[in-house]
């Protein structure tokens, strides 16, 4: 497991925001998948399917940010000790 791995599984445990968005970005994961296995999709669904992904990668790189929040100071503290 990667340290961005791990760390991603520490916030899915300990920070509401980050599960919060992690669920949000499953429950658009879910609705594309359903839409993208229409035979015959609608004009609608191929709407909804396009407002998914941006909604989807949103929601991705807000939970991207959070993660950079928690990786950063670590760098700092890494990147610190290996001048010293």
Known sequence: MTNDQAVREVLLQQDEEY??????HQSYETRLRELTGHLYPSGDDELE?????????QVKDQME???R????PRLVVNSATAES
Do not use: D, E
């Open 69 to 72: 929040r928690h990786l950063t």
């Open 19 to 24: 599960r919060r968005l992690s669920m949000q």
């Open 65 to 67: 940010g959070i993660l």
């Open 49 to 57: 399917k396009v407002r998914l992904k941006k909604m989807k990668l």
